[in-house]
């Protein structure tokens, strides 16, 4: 593995910064906006638009090639979540930093079983899997009735950039 | 001996587009699959389709089979369908089918018109202790746990990281199973970046540049052992040893061409659709006048292209049949040329444009009278 400048945590599938398709939206507006921003991490061009056409906003620009990977006008972002609902990578998340003084909310997609409960908590993963915690579980909805949930978890505000999964933990 | 204007052999999201599209133009379709359902498969595939809406993007794969199958149903004075019914041989001498329904009712049918939409075969990799129960390919592994309920071990190892494996892996975890890697040879996953992404966060080592090379066990898979290998696939380092019960390959697809060798058809070998093809033209029609193809069988791809695909070769099929206007059947042919390039006009695209580039003729789009 002689690349010293070779990537291989990307290359497997893992986030290594910032990059097209994968940024983070403005800090200073991302404070202040209630109900949350979108996160999007796609960095691949890959022939896929639901999140566009989801979006009741117009906030996820429309494609000129489907191919695009997704770019954000986060003014109009709501923090909806329904791209999180409906993207097929499970790409997309919401956190809303306005949630209090030093939580934030996240909503993250959620495709197992047990489907957590409101008020339970459950293991908040970063993303390579490590337990960086635990949070409470504010909601859980399902917005496309399709088997897809979308998690609203309390998450400390110092681990909104690494938080990516949730997992139910059951007692053995 | 029965005759059918238009034969198509699979019921997979190729064979089922294209039945579709042909009997809405007013073509009488029989339609055989090797399955006791259609769908191919389209059932087993839990996860949502990629694309745009048009090949249902969003939508989990077996539910676009529900999708196809009610559209079937409007259709259904139209198509016959014959299940668990495989297509044995082609002969050309007097151009008939010979089918297997069950275990032993075989039949004959003389098609006008076929559309080859079989599928793919699964490729394995050679390695020690092969041969041992649990090691598996990702179709079966599948189609215990997706179409049966069937949990085919507790702690799995998948080799291969293109789509294939990763969204198998997402799959074994639903359903409790514990995936305790994914091995691959390449130096980056072959998948969907974000196919990727969803596994590794659950906490899945993805072991880049590694191979399996042996299955641990004597009766059974008790475990794997796994080498380094260099960018010239030659073992490097120490083997690494991973306690599992189960090793599923999925490490590639080849297409099933067996009935198109048979049938006389001018065949191609294209490394990047993944073995040998058939020739064909911008109608997805071989170099026989009455053989279309269309999805996997054409060249490996995803089930999004499969679809239009089956489009194309339906639509072809009835304007040969004299059934679509030359007008309406090119402004169709155009709209679903349109969807593919869009599909395959990302990064894991190029590959397959180059593919079918080397597998396309372009002369013979022409009237099938022409051609006889």
Same mark, same amino acid.
């Given at each position: 593995?002689?690349?010293?400048?070779?990537?291989?945590?990307?290359?497997?599938?893992?986030?290594?910064?910032? #990059?097209?398709?994968?940024?983070?939206?403005?800090?200073?507006?991302?404070?202040?906006?209630?109900?949350?921003?979108?996160?999007?991490?796609?960095?691949? #061009?890959?022939?896929?638009?639901?999140?566009?056409?989801?979006?009741?906003?117009?906030?996820?620009?429309? &494609?000129?090639?489907?191919?695009? @990977?997704?770019?954000?006008?986060?003014?109009?972002?709501?923090?909806?979540?329904?791209?999180?609902?409906?993207?097929?990578?499970?790409?997309? &998340?919401?956190?809303?930093?306005?949630?209090?003084?030093?939580?934030?909310?996240?909503?993250?997609?959620?495709? &197992?079983?047990?489907?957590?409960?409101?008020?339970?908590?459950?293991?908040?993963?970063?993303? @390579?899997?490590?337990?960086?915690?635990?949070?409470?579980?504010?909601?859980? @909805?399902?917005?496309?009735?399709?088997?897809?949930?979308?998690?609203?978890?309390?998450?400390?505000?110092?681990?909104?950039?690494?938080?990516?999964?949730?997992?139910?933990?059951?007692?053995? | 001996?029965?005759?059918?204007? %238009?034969?198509?052999?699979? /019921?997979?999201?190729?064979?089922?587009?294209?039945?579709?599209?042909?009997?809405?133009?007013?073509?009488? =379709?029989?339609?055989? $699959?090797?399955?006791?359902?259609?769908?191919?498969?389209?059932?087993?595939?839990?996860?949502?389709?990629?694309?745009?809406?048009?090949?249902?993007?969003?939508?989990?794969?077996?539910?676009?089979?529900?999708?196809?199958?009610?559209?079937?149903?409007?259709?259904?004075?139209?198509?016959?369908?014959?299940?668990?019914?495989?297509?044995?041989?082609?002969?050309? +001498?007097?151009?008939?089918?010979?089918?297997?329904?069950?275990?032993?009712?075989?039949?004959?049918?003389?098609?006008?018109?076929?559309?080859?939409?079989?599928?793919?075969?699964?490729?394995?990799?050679?390695?020690?202790?092969?041969?041992?129960p649990g090691v598996y390919g990702a179709g079966a592994v599948q189609t215990l746990?997706?179409?049966?309920?069937?949990?085919p071990g $507790?702690?799995v190892?998948?080799?291969?990281?293109?789509?294939?494996?990763?969204?198998?892996?997402?799959?074994?975890?639903?359903?409790?199973?514990?995936?305790?890697?994914?091995?691959?040879?390449? $130096?980056?996953?072959?998948?969907?970046?974000?196919?990727?992404?969803?596994?590794?966060? %659950?906490?899945?080592?993805?072991?880049?540049?590694?191979?399996?090379?042996?299955?641990?066990?004597?009766? =059974?898979v008790?475990?794997?052992?796994?080498?380094?290998?260099?960018?010239?696939?030659?073992?490097? /380092?120490?083997? %690494?040893?991973?306690?599992? $019960?189960v090793i599923c390959m999925a490490?590639?697809?080849?297409?099933?061409? +067996?009935? %198109?060798?048979?049938?006389?058809?001018?065949?191609?070998?294209?490394?990047?659709?993944?073995?040998? =093809?058939?020739?064909?033209?911008?109608?997805?029609?071989?170099?026989?006048?009455?053989?279309?193809?269309?999805?996997?069988?054409?060249?490996?791809?995803?089930?999004?292209?499969?679809?239009?695909?089956?489009?194309?070769?339906?639509?072809?099929?009835?304007?040969?049949?004299?059934? =679509?206007?030359?007008?309406?059947?090119?402004?169709?042919?155009?709209?679903?040329?349109?969807?593919? /390039?869009?599909?395959?006009?990302? +990064?894991?695209?190029?590959?397959?444009?180059?593919?079918?580039?080397?597998?396309?003729?372009?002369?013979?789009?022409?009237?099938?009278?022409?051609?006889?």
């Open positions: 593995m002689n690349h010293p400048e070779y990537d291989w945590d990307f290359a497997a599938g893992v986030l290594t910064g910032e #990059r097209e398709g994968a940024g983070t939206p403005p800090q200073e507006l991302w404070e202040r906006k209630k109900a949350g921003l979108v996160i999007i991490e796609c960095p691949q #061009r890959i022939p896929c638009n639901p999140c566009h056409t989801s979006c009741p906003t117009g906030a996820i620009l429309p &494609f000129a090639d489907i191919n695009d @990977v997704p770019s954000v006008n986060y003014e109009k972002c709501t923090g909806c979540a329904l791209c999180v609902a409906v993207c097929p990578g499970l790409a997309c &998340f919401v956190a809303d930093l306005t949630y209090s003084a030093d939580l934030a909310l996240m909503k993250l997609p959620y495709e &197992f079983l047990p489907r957590p409960t409101p008020g339970s908590t459950v293991a908040l993963l970063n993303r @390579v899997g490590e337990r960086l915690g635990q949070g409470k579980v504010v909601r859980v @909805v399902e917005p496309h009735k399709d088997k897809t949930l979308v998690v609203h978890v309390e998450v400390s505000k110092q681990m909104v950039n690494d938080v990516r999964a949730v997992r139910v933990e059951v007692l053995s | 001996m029965r005759e059918t204007p %238009l034969l198509i052999v699979g /019921g997979g999201p190729a064979g089922l587009c294209a039945a579709l599209e042909a009997a809405n133009f007013g073509l009488d =379709v029989t339609l055989v $699959d090797s399955d006791l359902h259609l769908g191919g498969q389209l059932v087993k595939q839990t996860h949502k389709f990629f694309g745009s809406k048009h090949e249902y993007a969003g939508t989990r794969g077996f539910k676009i089979a529900h999708i196809l199958l009610e559209e079937f149903q409007r259709l259904s004075h139209r198509i016959t369908v014959h299940s668990n019914t495989t297509a044995l041989s082609c002969y050309p +001498e007097d151009g008939s089918v010979a089918m297997l329904t069950g275990e032993s009712n075989y039949w004959k049918l003389i098609p006008r018109n076929m559309v080859m939409a079989t599928g793919a075969n699964e490729k394995l990799i050679p390695f020690l202790g092969n041969h041992l746990m997706n179409s049966y309920g069937v949990k $507790d702690r190892l998948m080799v291969g990281a293109g789509n294939i494996g990763l969204i198998v892996s997402y799959q074994l975890m639903q359903a409790g199973v514990h995936v305790v890697g994914i091995v691959e040879a390449q $130096d980056r996953v072959g998948g969907y970046w974000v196919h990727a992404a969803k596994v590794r966060r %659950l906490g899945v080592p993805i072991y880049l540049r590694h191979t399996v090379v042996e299955a641990l066990g004597s009766s =059974v008790t475990g794997a052992v796994l080498r380094n290998i260099d960018s010239a696939f030659r073992p490097v /380092g120490d083997p %690494l040893t991973i306690e599992c $019960d490490v590639g697809l080849s297409p099933n061409v +067996e009935l %198109l060798w048979q049938a006389g058809c001018d065949m191609s070998f294209i490394p990047q659709l993944c073995g040998y =093809v058939a020739k064909r033209d911008k109608a997805m029609r071989t170099s026989h006048p009455h053989i279309w193809v269309a999805g996997d069988c054409a060249g490996i791809e995803e089930a999004s292209s499969a679809m239009v695909e089956g489009r194309l070769a339906g639509l072809s099929v009835a304007h040969a049949e004299g059934l =679509v206007p030359d007008d309406e059947y090119r402004r169709l042919h155009d709209k679903y040329w349109g969807r593919l /390039g869009d599909l395959r006009a990302g +990064e894991v695209g190029e590959k397959i444009c180059m593919g079918i580039m080397q597998a396309m003729v372009q002369q013979w789009e022409m009237p099938t009278e022409a051609r006889r």
